[in-house]
């Protein structure tokens, strides 16, 4: 599933980052307020992580800013403050989860995926499908053909985020950003490799190709 996190703690940050990119997610990060309201407003995703102190506009403005202009993603509000009247009024602005700092990482992953249990039948689609090939982003798993395929975290990450960009070209610098988290090239063959394995994964031993090299500019996952 697609994250958004707005955390301005950069060691927190980091390390919830590494945390969902571990399970499979693809995470995009803000560091205050401002930006983080122009992501949630301009790009879809499925969950957003908000804590409620941060520079340039706190986390309630910010929730109440997206809540007002018709924004119903699931959020999952974090704060340093665990007061009732606080979580109160962080559940009022239109959060639909809270969860005081410090917490346990494994805690923070079951609300995220909790959240998108509750709202999948009006939320944010969970499978994804073209021609023969399924995603369910909830249960992990992808089938060609009903044959399962078995991905490692970061292809389940790539061919998601493919998915979502269904025929349309991808380029490199948009899977380094987004699959990867790097916002420099590290002048790496890493993506070659994941995408070599991921066509030989869903594509090998199938008579349509559905993973294509859009040479000089990226990858398409298109019919034809």
């Known amino acids: 599933?697609?994250?958004?996190?707005?955390?301005?703690?950069?060691?927190?940050?980091?390390?919830?980052?590494?945390?969902?990119?571990?399970?499979?997610h693809c995470v995009e990060q803000a560091a205050d307020g401002k930006d983080g309201l122009f992501l949630a407003s301009t790009e879809t995703?499925?969950?957003?992580?908000?804590?409620?102190?941060?520079?340039?506009?706190?986390?309630?403005?910010?929730?109440?800013?997206?809540?007002?202009?018709?924004?119903?993603?699931?959020?999952?509000?974090l704060s340093a403050l665990g007061e009732v009247d606080d979580r109160?009024?962080?559940?009022?602005?239109?959060?639909?989860?809270?969860?005081?700092?410090?917490?346990?990482?494994?805690?923070?992953?079951?609300?995220?995926?909790?959240?998108v249990r509750r709202g999948r039948s009006?939320?944010?689609?969970?499978?994804?499908?073209?021609?023969?090939?399924?995603?369910?982003?909830?249960?992990r798993t992808v089938r060609r053909a009903g044959r399962i395929i078995d991905l490692?975290?970061?292809?389940f990450s790539l061919l998601e985020y493919?998915?979502?960009?269904?025929?349309?070209?991808?380029?490199?610098?948009?899977?380094?950003?987004?699959?990867?988290?790097?916002r420099f090239d590290p002048q790496t063959n890493v993506i070659d490799v994941h995408i070599s394995r991921l066509r030989a994964k869903i594509d090998r031993g199938f008579d349509k190709p559905l993973l294509h090299t859009v040479r000089g500019a990226g990858y398409s996952l298109r019919e034809a």
């Open 1 to 24: 599933m697609r994250i958004l996190l707005i955390e301005d703690d950069e060691a927190l940050r980091a390390y919830v980052h590494k945390g969902l990119s571990e399970a499979g």
């Open 162 to 182: 493919l998915f979502r960009n269904a025929g349309q070209v991808v380029t490199r610098t948009m899977l380094l950003e987004t699959v990867w988290g790097y």
């Open 45 to 77: 995703f499925d969950v957003i992580i908000l804590d409620r102190m941060l520079p340039a506009l706190d986390g309630l403005t910010v929730l109440k800013t997206l809540r007002g202009a018709g924004n119903s993603t699931a959020v999952l509000l």
């Open 88 to 115: 109160v009024a962080g559940l009022r602005a239109g959060g639909d989860d809270y969860l005081p700092k410090p917490f346990a990482f494994s805690e923070l992953l079951a609300r995220v995926e909790g959240l």
């Open 152 to 155: 490692q975290p970061r292809e």
């Open 122 to 139: 009006d939320g944010p689609e969970t499978v994804l499908s073209l021609a023969d090939l399924e995603m369910d982003l909830l249960a």
